[in-house]
């Protein structure tokens, strides 16, 4: 898996098309989003394999889960904010916490991801996987561990930097032609028009 700060990384970058149509509420919980899924990992305290449906990379990574706890959160931002655009959030929510699995989709190491669990528990990998697979617990630390984050750094962060940058510049220029579009003309209100 990529470091909880790649799969936070990603979640901000998938925000960027959104513009302001996305509180600092929805944003926080589209990181949140994004970092849960590796939550599974309490599962090997509890005696859960990792190949099995509840065990790391499984249920808590698939699209299903992500379209749940996409709905749950949109539910929650909806009691603090009513007024919010309830499909386009939960669209961003579902993304960002879709992403985590997709970035676990791309690690070379693990069993792969079960994006259609509980309905199927094949892990999938995508065909190319450059970024590494960051070490569980105290490991992180580690000569490795620093290793993995410049590896991100290259696979991860620098990507969202260049997808939310170019969806920024995209929005701006949208946003400039519609500002700057000439006026509609009408005829005048009374009368007819003058004649040359």
């Known amino acids: 898996m990529p470091t909880i700060l790649s799969h936070a990384a990603a979640a901000i970058a998938i925000s960027a098309p959104f513009g302001h149509g996305l509180s600092w509420r929805a944003r926080v919980l589209g990181v949140i989003g994004a970092m849960a899924p590796d939550a599974d990992v309490i599962g090997f305290r509890f005696g859960v394999h990792y190949g099995d449906v509840l065990g790391h990379r499984g249920l808590s990574h698939s699209l299903l889960v992500a379209a749940g706890l996409a709905a749950l959160f949109m539910f929650r931002l909806r009691l603090a904010e009513p007024q919010a655009n309830r499909w386009r959030v939960w669209l961003f929510l579902f993304l960002a916490t879709a992403s985590h699995g997709v970035l676990d989709a791309f690690t070379d190491g693990g069993l792969g991801v079960a994006f259609f669990a509980p309905f199927n528990n094949t892990r999938h990998f995508f065909p190319v996987t450059p970024i590494a697979v960051s070490p569980i617990g105290a490991g992180f630390f580690s000569e490795r561990g620093l ?9 991860v962060w620098l990507p969202c930097l260049m997808f939310a940058s170019v969806a920024i510049l995209l929005r701006r220029v949208m946003f400039s032609r519609v500002k700057h579009a000439a006026p509609v003309t009408s005829a005048p209100r009374y009368g007819r ?3 040359v």
């Not at 993995?148 to 696979?155: A, I, K, R, S, T």
């Open 147 to 155: 290793r993995v984050v410049c590896n991100e750094m290259l696979w």
């Open 193 to 195: 028009e003058p004649s």
